[in-house]
Antibody, heavy 121, light 107 residues
Framework: QLQLQESGSGLVKPSQTLSLTCAVS??????????WSWIRQPPGKGLEWIGY???????YYNPSLKSRVTISVDRSKNQFSLKLSSVTAADTAVYYC?????????????WGQGTLVTVSS | SYVLTQPPSVSVAPGQTARITCGGN??????VHWYQQKPGQAPVLVVF???DRPSGIPERFSGSNSGNTATLTINRVEAGDEADYSC??????????FGGGTKLTVL
């Protein structure tokens, strides 16, 4: 059974960079047909896709966040990471990593449990 | 940008049928996916590609999609179905889009 686990700092100061890692177990991050996404959910609000990285290393980002987002992959550790720069209080959210099916259709079939990141001084 | 519209809440008695809608411009031409999210938990995929169910999802969950509305139908609703439900599509101009979510209350 595929499992994803987020880790990283739960408290980030305004203007600094948020950094999270998603460890994948029970399957290879290099498997074809999938990409690896970051999705967030502000308290009491809906889900927002941040971006994803293919096993090839190609990345795609939400245009509204593109200037501040970097997603990278470490195949040797079977994990991928998110960096979001210049954060503000509006970036406070639960951040999820998820596997994305990308063959003929696009949906998120496995999710991590999520990690709350609070932006505050 | 592409927008998905869901009712904020739907209420249904146990044993009855719940229908949760997801509106979008010509959404019938897109593949719609549905997620269930219980408080404090990660979303779970319950329907993909309009009407397919992942393994382990009860047959009580089904979906349809036509015109400007997609619908998630839950038959014989149980107390354990109480959750937030969100729809999602991929749009060439907006990438991955989620609806705002619908809170299903089992009376």
């Amino acid at each position: 059974q595929l499992q994803l686990q987020e880790s990283g700092s739960g408290l980030v100061k305004p203007s600094q960079t948020l950094s999270l890692t998603c460890a994948v177990s029970g399957g290879s991050i290099s498997s074809g047909g999938y990409s690896w996404s970051w999705i967030r959910q502000p308290p009491g609000k809906g889900l927002e896709w941040i971006g994803y990285i293919y096993h090839s290393g190609n990345t795609y980002y939400n245009p509204s966040l593109k200037s501040r987002v970097t997603i990278s992959v470490d195949r040797s550790k079977n994990q991928f990471s998110l960096k979001l720069s210049s954060v503000t209080a509006a970036d406070t959210a639960v951040y999820y990593c998820a596997r994305t099916t990308v063959v003929n259709t696009y949906y998120f079939d496995y999710w991590g449990q999520g990690t709350l990141v609070t932006v505050s001084s | 940008s592409y927008v998905l519209t869901q009712p904020p809440s739907v209420s249904v008695a146990p044993g009855q049928t719940a229908r949760i809608t997801c509106g979008g411009n010509n959404i019938g031409s897109k593949s719609v996916h549905w997620y269930q999210q219980k408080p404090g938990q990660a979303p779970v995929l319950v329907v993909f590609d309009d009407s397919d169910r992942p393994s382990g999802i009860p047959e009580r969950f089904s979906g349809s999609n036509s015109g400007n509305t997609a619908t998630l139908t839950i038959n014989r609703v149980e107390a354990g179905d109480e959750a937030d439900y969100s729809c999602q599509v991929w749009d060439s101009g907006s990438d991955h889009v989620f609806g705002g979510g619908t809170k299903l209350t089992v009376l």
